[in-house]
């Protein structure tokens, strides 16, 4: 299974801010919008990821507060990616190794969506259940054997 797979299921609603947007007006659209992450874009290009880890960090290193502080300053500058040709091993992987929740999808510069580590489990899951159909509907259709044999 690819990224490709997830994306297809999801959809392509995609939230986004610029690194110059007060946190606070950030953290407004995570809420509103109940999603757990924004993609920094700046000038067409993906500059950064924003989470609710970046936020907590930001207000605890701000004295509890948003405050005045930007996006820039608490966004994580350097997100690991995948393209829609990553294989969902291989994200499985990488999220569990770089304890990412989100992963920007990117294909020739452009962004092309965003998974997190539910749409992973998810689909994982989904996977599971249609194989163990599959194998159940095998079993139950399997001819009977010959007993004069």
């Known amino acids: 299974m690819k990224v490709s797979d997830i ?3 999801k959809g392509n609603a995609l939230f986004t801010v610029t690194p110059d947007e007060p946190l606070a007006v950030a953290v407004n659209t995570m809420a509103e919008k109940d999603i757990g992450s924004l993609v920094v874009m700046e000038h067409g290009e993906l500059v950064g990821m924003l989470t609710f880890r970046e936020v907590i960090v930001a207000i605890v290193g701000n ?3 948003v405050g005045s502080t930007l996006v820039r300053k608490a ?3 350097h997100p690991v990616t995948c393209t829609q040709e990553t294989d969902l091993d291989e994200v499985r992987r990488i999220m569990l190794e770089r304890h990412a929740r989100y992963m920007p999808v990117i294909d ?4 092309m969506g965003v998974i ?3 749409d992973v489990a998810k689909a994982v899951v989904d996977s599971q259940n249609f194989e163990n159909k599959m194998l159940k509907a095998y079993i139950r259709d399997w001819p009977a054997e010959d007993e004069s044999n």
């Open 7 to 9: 994306l297809r299921v």
């Open 63 to 65: 004295g509890g507060q």
């Open 75 to 77: 966004m994580d500058d």
């Open 108 to 111: 020739n510069r452009m962004l």
């Open 116 to 118: 997190s580590f539910y």
